[in-house]
């Protein structure tokens, strides 16, 4: 087997959250593949210096620093490395107005108005739209729900966000009850899943709002529509999260691919792990052999 060795990148040193726990779990799947793991700071000038592969897997806090991340993927895109995801992959994903791409492709998405400057008359017409009262608007370069509201009617757009380029959508009421479904999906194949539920009287379902997961087995449906879903991108995943909601009418939707720096709750899913690096492995080698 080849040695490779691979540049895991991690959050900026002032970065304030924990990330250890994604990459302990990732270094030590990768590891057990025969690949090398060393962390790189994404915001490191030399972060694809003596390494064979880039991967961004705890690549947090790029959205709040975008010309940055920009700036790295430029580099990575004429670096003699692999990185995976692809740089065009990861550009694309870095601004949900991808959502748009989705919908155009005939992928099921959750309706989404991307509107320069958000004010009352785009809350107005986003309404007008959806035959809904209550909204849900977020910044197209966001994570872990950062800029993001639920607006019923009559609420004020919130000062934070006012005047941003923002993705304005109709609130989804199933997300209390049937939870917000994500599949982890490696080199094309299904993985895992779980089911993520917000804490009473929220909606968002991240772990540090109170939210919680659990570990549940994906129905065929929403496995043909994350396989869908990732079809409609620019180039192939190695590794993906694939995040859905049921609406009204019981069908998947699609709320956001994740294919940067997601959460893959590898431990526990068992298996998963020897699928996550091989599905790296695999790629990564095609790509170099291609050099």
């Known amino acids: ?39 790189r700071r994404w915001t490191d000038p030399a972060a694809e210096d003596g390494v064979d592969l880039v991967l961004p897997l705890t690549a947090w806090g790029y959205h709040a620093r975008q010309s940055e991340w920009l700036s790295l993927l430029d580099r990575l895109e004429t670096a003699p490395v692999a990185t995976l995801n692809p740089v065009a992959l990861l550009r694309w994903n870095s601004d ?3 959502l748009a ?29 959806f035959q809904v009262t209550e909204l849900v608007v977020k910044p ?14 009559g609420d004020a757009v919130p000062a934070a966000v006012a005047g941003r380029r923002m993705l304005v959508q109709p609130f989804q009421r199933g997300i209390a009850l049937r939870g917000e479904l ?5 080199g094309g194949a299904y993985s895992h899943a779980i089911v993520k539920y917000p804490k009473p009287g929220d909606f968002r379902v991240q ?12 129905p065929p449906e929403a496995i043909a529509l994350a396989r869908a879903a990732l079809a409609a991108t620019p180039a192939a995943a190695a590794y993906a999260r694939v ?13 956001e691919l ?32 291609q050099r």
């Open 1 to 39: 087997m080849i040695r490779l060795r691979a540049a895991v990148l991690i959050p900026a040193a002032d970065y304030p959250e924990d990330h250890a726990w994604a990459f302990d779990a990732e270094a030590a799947a990768l590891e057990g593949a025969g690949i090398e793991v060393v962390a």
């Open 96 to 98: 949900k107005a991808y």
């Open 101 to 129: 791409e989705l919908s155009d492709a005939g992928v099921p998405t959750v309706p989404t108005i991307a509107v320069d400057a958000l004010d009352e008359a785009a809350l107005a017409a986003a309404r007008a739209r």
């Open 140 to 153: 197209p370069v966001s994570a872990a729900a950062h800029g993001t509201y639920r607006l019923a009617m």
């Open 182 to 186: 994500s599949l982890m999906v490696f």
């Open 207 to 218: 772990p540090h709002l109170g939210g919680r997961d659990e570990p549940v087995e994906a």
């Open 243 to 255: 995040d859905m909601i049921a609406d009204e009418d019981g069908d998947w939707r699609i709320m």
């Open 258 to 289: 994740e294919l940067i720096e997601p959460a893959l709750w590898l431990p526990g899913a068992p298996g998963s792990a020897e699928r996550f690096a091989t599905a790296i492995r695999a790629q990564a080698e095609q790509i170099l052999a």
